[in-house]
Structures are given as C-alpha cells and as structure tokens.
C-alpha cells in the first residue's frame, strides 16, 4: 500500500513538473513575454503541486501507521501463543513427573504385596511341613533319667533346620518395616547381607535398609546406604531407584551441585531408566 502511493506520487510530480517547465521558463527569460493569466496558471499549478504533496503525505502516513498496528497485533499474537505453547510444556512436564513418581510409588506398594504373600506362604509352608508326633491311646512316653555330670548335646540337625534362609530374613524385615519398626528391620536385612551376600534379595535388603533410614530422617546414613546399592549392586532393578533417591537426599541438604551431579549419573548409567527421565525434568528446573 504505501509502496503503491509512492509511486502514484512521482507520476504526479513527474507529469505536473513536465507541465510547468515552459511557463516558468517564459517567466524567467522576462517578464514581458509572460501575461499575468501564465503567472496565475503557474501559481495555481504549484498551489494545486502542494496540495497533491500534502495529500500523498497524509495517505502514506496513515497506511504506515495502520500497516504498524496490524504488526503490533500480530506480534501480541505470536507473544502471547508462545507464552501459551511454554505453560502447556510445563504443565505436561509436571504431570508427566508426578505420574512418573506416581508409578514409583506403586512400584513400591507392590514389593510390600509381594513380601506379604512371600511371608505368608513361608509360614504356610512351614507349618505344613511340620511333623506332628501323636502318642498311642492310653501310652506316657517314656522319661529318661538326667545324666548326673553330663551336659546334654544341642540339637545341632535341629537347629540347623530352623535357621531362616534370606526369603525368611528379607520376608520379616519387610513386616517389621510396614509395622514401622525401623530398627528391627535392619536386624534381619543385616542378617542376610551377612550370611547371604550373594543372595538375590541382598540388593533389595541394602535397599530397604536405607530406606529405613530416610524414613527416621537419618540422613547421612540413608545416602550412605543408598551409595552402598549402587556400589555392591549396580546392575539390580534397585540401582537407579538408590542413585535417584541420593539425589533427592543430597538436594534436601541444600546441595545443589552434588544433586546435580547425581542425577547426570542417574541419566548416564541408567538412561532406559524411569528414573532418568525424572532426573532430567529436574536438571531443568535446577539449571
């Protein structure tokens, strides 16, 4: 629009000054040659000139103007949808984080399942293995007359039988920890880790046991715990679950570096992870 009036303007200029060259030529060379009528025409054509400047300016004036409030309205527009397109981003990354965490929550609830049937079935099975020694009718067992001097033998078969493997050992310290008896618990998961390092359940035991502590709010020795997981098991399930945890425990410390530190390690050796992905979302709000 306005390159179109500045165009329609230099014709007009072109073609009026193309018109008044021979009269102010003829009034230049004398003024005897001239009649008052040619001054007039050339008065009226430089009056008529001005007034067709003045418009022309007025019009571009007027479309620039127009032309910079469509783009100001349009810059709002883009201003304020990009604005709109960053909230729906950090709404989806929070939801997506809570439903992440979510998902971790469960995950836990259903190793506490587990560890409940496992204890039940334990029992089940104990008890159905049990002999049951039933005397004849009418029979006393026969008593048997102390050894004078004499210590009895311990039972060494019988209490070899009724030692608890690391199902048993991991089994109660899940119950004692869902009873909230945080230091009971540790008993038995020490337990296992000693006599069973190698045990299937040594990581998860390892585990709770820092878990045990975060809950009394130890801190120093849940991360300590929670390092010892990633150390002694760095391939189990409960590794990522360890390093992300010590990564929360650390930024609660006001920590900040090391957090971060923490979670690019989550991310660099756990990257399939579900912890990866939490530890990236909150690399962003850390940066």
């Given at each position: 629009m306005i390159a179109a009036a500045a165009l329609g303007l230099r014709h007009t200029l072109r073609s009026r000054v193309w018109r008044l060259v021979p009269l102010v030529a003829l009034v230049a060379t004398g003024g005897c040659f001239a009649t008052r009528g040619d001054v007039r025409i050339v008065q009226s054509d430089i009056s008529s000139l001005r007034a067709e400047i003045l418009k022309n300016q007025l019009e571009q004036r007027d479309a620039l103007t127009q032309?910079?409030?469509?783009?100001?309205?349009?810059?709002?527009?883009?201003?304020?949808?990009?604005?709109?397109?960053?909230?729906?981003?950090?709404?989806?990354?929070?939801?997506?984080?809570?439903?992440?965490?979510?998902?971790?929550?469960?995950?836990?609830?259903?190793?506490?399942?587990?560890?409940?049937?496992?204890?039940?079935?334990?029992?089940?099975?104990?008890?159905?293995?049990?002999?049951?020694?039933?005397?004849?009718?009418?029979?006393?067992?026969?008593?048997?007359?102390?050894?004078?001097?004499?210590?009895?033998a311990p039972a060494a078969d019988t209490a070899a039988a009724r030692a608890p493997g690391p199902n048993q050992l991991y089994t109660d310290g899940r119950d004692q920890l869902t009873r909230g008896s945080s230091a009971t618990a540790r008993i038995y998961f020490q337990e296992l880790l000693t006599n069973f390092p190698t045990s299937d359940y040594a990581p998860d035991a390892q585990f709770w046991i820092a878990e045990s502590f975060a809950k009394e709010k130890n801190l120093p020795a849940a991360d300590a715990a929670y390092a010892a997981v990633v150390s002694a098991h760095p391939t189990s399930a409960k590794a990522p679950t360890a390093l992300y945890k010590r990564a929360q425990l650390v930024l609660q410390q006001g920590n900040t570096p090391q957090a971060k530190q923490l979670l690019e390690q989550v991310i660099a050796r756990y990257p399939r992870s579900d912890e990866a992905e939490l530890a990236a979302e909150q690399l962003k709000t850390l940066r």
């Amino acid at each position: 629009m306005i390159a179109a009036a500045a165009l329609g303007l230099r014709h007009t200029l072109r073609s009026r000054v193309w018109r008044l060259v021979p009269l102010v030529a003829l009034v230049a060379t004398g003024g005897c040659f001239a009649t008052r009528g040619d001054v007039r025409i050339v008065q009226s054509d430089i009056s008529s000139l001005r007034a067709e400047i003045l418009k022309n300016q007025l019009e571009q004036r007027d479309a620039l103007t127009q032309t910079m409030r469509m783009l100001q309205v349009a810059s709002d527009s883009l201003t304020k949808v990009s604005a709109r397109t960053v909230s729906i981003q950090g709404d989806l990354r929070g939801e997506m984080r809570a439903i992440r965490e979510q998902m971790l929550q469960v995950q836990t609830l259903l190793g506490q399942s587990q560890a409940t049937i496992a204890r039940l079935r334990s029992e089940i099975e104990s008890r159905s293995s049990a002999p049951v020694a039933v005397p004849p009718a009418g029979t006393v067992p026969p008593v048997t007359p102390p050894t004078i001097g004499r210590t009895p033998a311990p039972a060494a078969d019988t209490a070899a039988a009724r030692a608890p493997g690391p199902n048993q050992l991991y089994t109660d310290g899940r119950d004692q920890l869902t009873r909230g008896s945080s230091a009971t618990a540790r008993i038995y998961f020490q337990e296992l880790l000693t006599n069973f390092p190698t045990s299937d359940y040594a990581p998860d035991a390892q585990f709770w046991i820092a878990e045990s502590f975060a809950k009394e709010k130890n801190l120093p020795a849940a991360d300590a715990a929670y390092a010892a997981v990633v150390s002694a098991h760095p391939t189990s399930a409960k590794a990522p679950t360890a390093l992300y945890k010590r990564a929360q425990l650390v930024l609660q410390q006001g920590n900040t570096p090391q957090a971060k530190q923490l979670l690019e390690q989550v991310i660099a050796r756990y990257p399939r992870s579900d912890e990866a992905e939490l530890a990236a979302e909150q690399l962003k709000t850390l940066r």
